[in-house]
């Protein structure tokens, strides 16, 4: 508590002041237990008209639940008796994440879960809210909150740098956020032909399309800025409240 320090004491137009910290692990298991083992199950029709029996699901004795370590810094407060304030960072780090991972068809399967590598979570939070009126009968607030998040996947499973999820527009690269849309650019319509025309990986247009165009395009599926206003009003014990809640940054396909 800030505030009641005595280096504080005379300033007489803040409040409240509070730092405060904290650091700490939580643990998610995210799929069912029984996804670890290695289970038989029925296999279709097989020899005589009798099913089959094989392997249904691929063990992983190696499965581990996820671990998110969070650090938060924060710092509240109250100013000139009418406005308030609460402005938070934190950096949240995932290891381990569970995740469908493919096999070789070799193997009879075309996918497992495992623990796919390691995401971090960096931004803060910010809140400000004024007391407008302030008597016996009326209460009139305005509050207002911001918020940054960058994420950035920082390993992936099997040593590897990048995996790219088939036909999904999505790729898992190491330095790169989660969400960030991996597609062929357009460049629009040629207006001599009508024809289509993309980007190659040279940024050259052609009107011949390949999926090896496809690049890291710097749009995310998934808003770093989001916020709201909230406006409250008390009359004598009358409430109305209204909320409103906008995010920036985010990207959708136009599959026209």
Known sequence: DIKREDFMA?????????????YGTTGNSGISNY?????IGTYGTFYNGQAGWGISNPSNADLTWETVETLNIGLNGRAFDFITFNLEFYNKMTRDMLMSIPYSFTTGHSAGWGNIG??????????????????QDLFFNVKANFNYNRNEITALFG????????????????????????YVRSAGVDPRDGM????????????????????MTGKQRFAPWAGGVQLNLDWKGLYIGADFAWVAGKWTINND
């Open 10 to 22: 005379s300033t007489n137009w803040l409040s409240e002041l509070r730092l405060k910290a904290s």
């Open 35 to 39: 996804l670890a083992y290695g289970t």
């Open 118 to 135: 390691d995401m971090r979570n960096r931004g803060f939070d910010f809140e400000i809210g004024f007391d407008i009126i302030q008597t």
């Open 159 to 182: 040593g590897r740098d990048e995996f790219v999820v088939p036909n999904t527009g999505i790729k898992y690269q190491v330095g790169y956020p989660y969400g960030e849309m991996f």
């Open 196 to 215: 289509q025309m993309w980007y190659d990986l040279d940024g050259n247009p052609t009107k011949q399309f390949s999926d090896n165009y496809a690049v």
